[in-house]
């Protein structure tokens, strides 16, 4: 029948009827090869002995269920020296024995269940038509065989966390062929070593810093050369590089806020005075300031011809401010009344500790709440902000501050470690201003980006003399990095040389990470290893 070609059955297997309903596609199938080999002694036989039926689910078929009745013939094997007597035929490449569902079906299921897991993978076989069970799915999985590994010459290896934090595994990955070799319960150095002693081939292993695998590699496979990984190298420069920025960051903060101080203090006593006599104010305020830079910016467009719609969108006011101030003919002074705040007795205490050297602003609020101050921390942490102009999130932005803001150090050490010619104009003045910050950071700069070159072209022939230099250049951050290089010296000028790295075992860790939050947590190591061999 046309049938047995349209649903796939193997040669030797004739559909005989097909009953289809609203939900199920029933079909009737017999076997029609005129012998049979038995199972033990794989003696063909043409002797039928009886037929029995087996009911058995296929795939699904235009989301119908698909149920097979396949009849099957039992033989009579004709070697009388056998010790079975009576066999049934076999199907090795459409289903087991005694199995209920076909071997394609298993491998729908089995997939289904690689990609989704257990209750997941049940609600989309729902949807596709498939009638099963979560324990079915996770049954699928963990019945899936161990692949060989085979022969492998370059291993890149690397941790996971199973609770980050408490708790860590290994993956091993063959970075010829990007395979996830084996999945280990632990990160210990006895089990990693194990691992590699059965792995007689080894040329290489690409790792990370840490001592725990580079003492795996040395005792389990010590035939191998080890490859310090250059993303970690880069890594730990960067960590190295942000603390010597951030001490010198730190400097130049309290810098600028001792020359804030002095600028400002003088400026705040008659403030204080003005506020108790009720005279008014001579000086004006920034933001009245603003204001009327605002307002002679609105008059000469509007002598030039623009309209009004015109002028307030490509100066940034109200419509209504612009025909206010055009229909009054001068700048209409502000009557708000300046606000009074209840921390402006204590400013003066406030501006002799910070002199003092005390920048810590909890320990100022504890001090201000000693001597009465019942306002809020948020208060005495935006007045200290705002007042003294050092960065904060409500420092005033008007033309005339004359204190940039400084990046932080984890960004001024993004900048140091990126190349050049990749940066944007602003970028690169924040480059030059933070160089010429001090002479160190000038000299810090232009060894890591040595370094960086060095690491980028794998050129680890010029690794002694970087290490020579930062030696003679007392910079106590870099000399700690170097420190660390020099007891991983072989593996770190190979990994700066070779092509290895473990790039692909971190994707390979992120694809675990994606696949061990599918379970929710309810997974054990089993069933994360044998979906994590099996991936799609």
């Keep these: ?231 970690h190298l880069m890594k730990n420069l960067g960590k190295a590089l942000e603390d010597f920025l951030a001490r010198h960051l730190s400097t130049s903060r309290k810098h600028q806020v001792q020359q804030a101080l002095e600028e400002q203090t003088p400026d705040w006593v008659p403030e204080r005075q003005t506020r108790r006599s009720g005279k008014p104010e001579e000086i004006p305020s920034a933001y009245q300031q603003d204001r009327i830079a605002l307002y002679h910016q609105v008059i000469s467009l509007h002598e030039q011809g623009m309209a009004q719609s015109a002028i307030a969108q490509q100066i940034g006011v109200h419509l209504r401010t612009v025909q206010r101030w055009l229909a009054a003919g001068t700048f209409p002074e502000s009557k708000r009344h300046r606000y009074v705040s209840q921390l402006d007795p204590y400013l003066p205490y406030i501006f002799h500790r910070w002199e003092q050297g005390c920048h810590t602003m909890a320990r100022l609020f504890q001090e201000l709440v000693t001597q009465g101050y019942q306002g809020s921390y948020a208060s005495v942490r935006d007045n200290i902000v705002r007042r003294l102009q050092f960065g904060g999130r409500k420092t005033p932005t008007d033309a005339s501050s004359k204190t940039p803001t400084l990046a932080t150090s984890r960004q001024a050490a993004f900048l140091f470690l990126r190349r050049p010619e990749e940066l944007r104009v602003q970028e690169q003045e924040t480059v030059i201003a933070l160089r010429q910050m001090n002479p160190e950071v000038d000299r810090a700069y232009d060894l890591v980006q040595q370094f960086a070159h060095m690491l980028r072209t794998r050129t680890g022939e010029h690794l002694d003399s970087w290490l020579a230099q930062v030696e003679c250049s007392e910079l106590p951050e870099l000399q700690s990095f170097a420190a660390g290089i020099e007891k991983d010296k072989d593996a770190v000028r190979n990994g700066l040389t070779w092509w290895i790295n473990n790039g692909m075992v971190e994707g390979h860790v992120t694809k675990l990470k994606l696949i061990k939050r599918q379970g929710y947590g309810k997974a054990g190591f089993p069933l994360l290893r044998k979906r994590v061999l099996h991936a799609i």
């Design 1 to 231: 029948m046309e049938g047995t070609s349209l649903l796939s059955f193997p040669e030797g297997m004739q559909v005989s009827h097909i009953q289809i309903t609203e939900n199920r596609i029933i079909v009737e199938v017999i076997a029609t090869t005129p012998t049979s080999c038995c199972p033990l002694c794989s003696e063909p036989s043409s002797s039928i002995h009886c037929h029995y039926r087996r009911t058995l689910s296929d795939v699904p078929c235009a989301g119908r269920r698909v149920q097979l009745f396949l009849t099957v013939r039992k033989f009579s094997c004709c070697n009388s020296y056998c010790e079975r007597k009576v066999f049934a035929e076999r199907f090795p490449t459409f289903v087991e024995p005694w199995a209920r569902m076909t071997i394609r079906h298993c491998q729908q299921i089995t997939s289904i269940g690689l990609a989704t897991c257990g209750k997941g993978g049940t609600r989309l076989a729902a949807r596709l038509g498939i009638q099963t069970t979560r324990q079915t799915i996770l049954r699928r999985i963990m019945d899936l065989p161990d692949s060989s590994a085979g022969v492998i010459l370059f291993l890149g290896i690397d941790d996971f966390s199973f609770r980050r934090g408490c708790r860590f595994g290994t993956l091993l990955v063959n970075l010829e062929n990007h395979r996830v070799v084996d999945l280990l319960a632990d990160r210990e150095a006895e089990t990693s070593a194990a691992w590699m002693r059965q792995q007689l081939d080894l040329k290489a292993i690409s790792r990370d810093r840490g001592g725990a695998y580079a003492s795996a590699a040395r005792e389990g496979a010590p035939q191998a050369t080890q490859c310090a990984d250059r993303f």
